[in-house]
């Protein structure tokens, strides 16, 4: 679970002799994809994943409390060695208690070329 940034948090108990004790914080998430070959050379993926966490009673309001993410793309290969796509991307983080969430939205290209290079012989 990358998203999240902590494993444990403080957390208030009712013993005066232990006043704070550490607790691994539960969390809960999701992945779903779906790889799709519209053809030999035309292929898409589409997903959205989730992650939500069961912050404790003395972690700090701006602290880590959900994460999601969302992402499409379409890869074009009109030949075994090459491949170049486009991908939209969308993030979102959501604050433990002080009301703040931010979006996050990213556009990527790229391209790949496959070298076939054989030192000794054939494979």
Do not use: C
Request: glycine residues 6%; proline residues 6%.
């Amino acid at each position: 679970m990358n998203d999240a940034p902590v494993d444990v948090a403080p957390e208030a108990t009712l013993n005066p002799l232990q006043p704070i004790k550490g607790k691994a914080i539960p969390l809960h998430s999701f992945s779903a994809y779906l790889d799709h070959s519209w053809s030999d050379k035309w292929t898409s993926a589409l997903g959205y994943s989730a992650l939500w966490m069961s912050n404790t009673n003395l972690q700090t309001p701006d602290a880590f409390h959900q994460g999601e993410y969302a992402s499409f793309n379409v890869l074009y290969s009109p030949f075994k060695a090459f491949m170049t796509g486009a991908e939209f991307q969308f993030g979102r983080r959501t604050n433990f208690s002080n009301g703040f969430h931010a979006n996050g939205y990213r556009i990527e290209f790229s391209f790949k070329y496959s070298w076939d290079f054989r030192v000794l012989g054939k494979s």
